[in-house]
């Protein structure tokens, strides 16, 4: 899969997929708030996988250690707990 998602984001490039990343996030997130209203359906699947994909091509293209990211993931979930810990979880 790493070989795909490389040739295609060198095809195309960071320009080019950022701005499909921008698009495939805004499909993913119209498609959350009607499975939110409607219940899981097969399309939010291929929205996160399509977003996941991109996520995966700008990663590459910029070079963004994926340490950084989960290092970021990590603060964030803790913080998230702390919040919730403490009766500050604001929905």
Known sequence: MNDKIQTIADHYGIK???RQLAEECSELAVEANHSARKGTT???IEEIA???IMMEQVIYLA???KCDIE???NYKLERQMK???EGNDEK
């Open 71 to 73: 290092d970021c993931i």
């Open 16 to 18: 080019e997929q950022m």
């Open 50 to 52: 399509d977003v996941l």
């Open 42 to 44: 097969v399309k939010i």
């Open 83 to 85: 919040r919730i810990k």
């Open 63 to 65: 070079k963004i250690d």
